[in-house]
T-cell receptor, first 112, second 113 residues
Framework: ELKVEQNPLFLSMQEGKNYTIYCNYS?????LYWYRQDPGKSLESLFV???NGAVKQEGRLMASLDTKARLSTLHITAAVHDLSATYFC????????????WGAGTKLIIKP | DTGVSQNPRHKITKRGQNVTFRCDPI?????LYWYRQTLGQGPEFLTY????????KSRLLSDRFSAERPKGSFSTLEIQRTEQGDSAMYLC???????????FGPGTRLTVL
């Protein structure tokens, strides 16, 4: 069974600092997604990573994928308060072209 | 197109009652997904449609749950004889292709008293 683990599950940090959220998964996969969720809101797509070594960046967020290590990272550079949210990674099993297995989420609080 | 929409946004019901939720996907998307999310957890997959065909149901989806997508456009999720454990956020998502990004609606928050 494919399992997805995120860490940390909770992160409180100061504005201007850098930090990384990790997403580990247990079996081979060919795609990984990062989403953002604000309190009481739905999920917003951030990145889709489809190949080993893939790196994508949008503003202060950068995501990367290492399929050999079964690891994806979401790096936050010079954090700002507006990035406070819960971040989820989701992994697509090789034996399914539609199902996603989700991590528990990382709740990120950025203090001004 | 304004994205995926879901109705109602909130539903409070008494245990044992039936409830039905509606999802309208992005118009050109022929793939539609239902998920359930509880507080502090990631979404759990419930079921998947390609056009009007329901291709997969999670083992989480008991016999009390049924989903339809009659014309390959909107979808409904019905829960019969609700239980307190059914209280959760029910999310709908759609995508154009099989491994494309799934775009989520705002969700329906169900509270079973």
């Amino acid at each position: 069974e494919l399992k997805v683990e995120q860490n940390p599950l909770f992160l409180s940090m100061q504005e201007g600092k850098n930090y990384t959220i990790y997403c580990n998964y247990s079996t081979t996969s060919d795609r990984l997604y990062w989403y953002r969720q604000d309190p009481g809101k739905s999920l917003e797509s951030l990145f889709v990573l489809l190949s080993n070594g893939a790196v994508k960046q949008e503003g202060r967020l950068m995501a990367s994928l290492d399929t050999k290590a079964r690891l994806s990272t979401l790096h936050i550079t010079a954090a700002v308060h507006d990035l406070s949210a819960t971040y989820f990674c989701a992994v697509g099993p090789l034996d399914s072209n539609y199902q996603l297995i989700w991590g528990a989420g990382t709740k990120l609080i950025i203090k001004p | 197109d304004t994205g995926v929409s879901q109705n109602p946004r909130h539903k409070i019901t008494k245990r044992g009652q039936n409830v039905t939720f509606r999802c309208d996907p992005i118009s050109e998307h022929n793939r539609l997904y239902w998920y359930r999310q509880t507080l502090g957890q990631g979404p759990e997959f419930l079921t998947y449609f390609q056009n009007e065909a329901q291709l997969e149901k999670s083992r989480l989806l008991s016999d009390r749950f049924s989903a339809e997508r009659p014309k390959g456009s909107f979808s409904t999720l019905e829960i019969q004889r609700t239980e307190q454990g059914d209280s959760a956020m029910y999310l709908c998502a759609s995508s154009l292709l099989a491994m494309d990004t799934q775009y989520f609606g705002p969700g329906t928050r169900l509270t079973v008293l």
